[in-house]
C-alpha cells in the first residue's frame, strides 16, 4: 500500500508540474506582446531606420534634423536646419501619434518633405522609435 501511495503521489506532482509548465508556457508569448518595447529594442529601430539621417544629440544636425526632444516641438522649427518650406509651414507640433503617423507614412503628414527616398516603416517600429525618442530626449 505505501508503495502504491507514493506512485500516486510521484504521478500527481509530475501533472502538477507539467500542467504549471504548460500554463507557464502558454501565458508567456501573451504576456510578452503586452510589455512595452525593451530599450535595447528601441534603440535598434532607432538604429535601423533612422541614424543614418538623423542623430539625438541636441545640435547634431545631418542630412536630416537632429531628434532631441522632438516630441513637443513645432514641426519645422530647429533652428540651424534648412527644412522644406512644406514642413517649416506644417503648423503642428509633433507628438506621440503625429511621429508614428509620419514615420508609417510621410507624405501623409507631411506633403513635399525632404526624407525622400525614405517610404516609411511598420507602425510597430514607429512606435518603439517613439518610445527611445522620447527616453533620449529626457536624459
Not at 22 to 31: A, E, G, I, K
Not at 79 to 98: C, I, L, R
Request: hydrophobic letters at 35%; proline letters at 4%.
Amino acid at each position: 500500500m505505501q508503495s502504491c501511495q507514493r506512485t500516486s503521489r510521484s504521478t500527481w506532482l509530475r501533472v502538477i508540474t507539467t500542467a504549471g509548465a504548460l500554463t507557464l508556457l502558454l501565458s508567456t508569448p501573451s504576456s510578452r506582446a503586452q510589455q512595452p518595447a525593451s530599450d535595447d529594442a528601441a534603440q535598434q529601430a532607432f538604429n535601423n531606420a533612422c541614424r543614418t539621417c538623423h542623430s539625438v544629440k541636441e545640435g547634431d544636425n545631418r542630412l536630416g534634423p537632429n531628434l532631441n526632444k522632438v516630441v513637443g516641438r513645432k514641426a519645422g522649427s530647429l533652428p540651424n536646419y534648412n527644412y522644406s518650406s512644406s514642413m517649416k509651414e506644417a503648423g503642428f507640433v509633433w507628438d506621440q501619434d503625429k511621429l508614428t503617423r509620419f514615420m508609417v507614412k510621410p507624405d501623409e503628414v507631411v506633403s513635399g518633405n525632404k526624407m525622400q527616398p525614405y517610404g516609411g516603416i511598420s507602425a510597430e517600429e514607429a512606435s518603439k522609435i517613439v518610445a527611445y525618442l522620447q527616453a533620449a530626449g529626457a536624459q
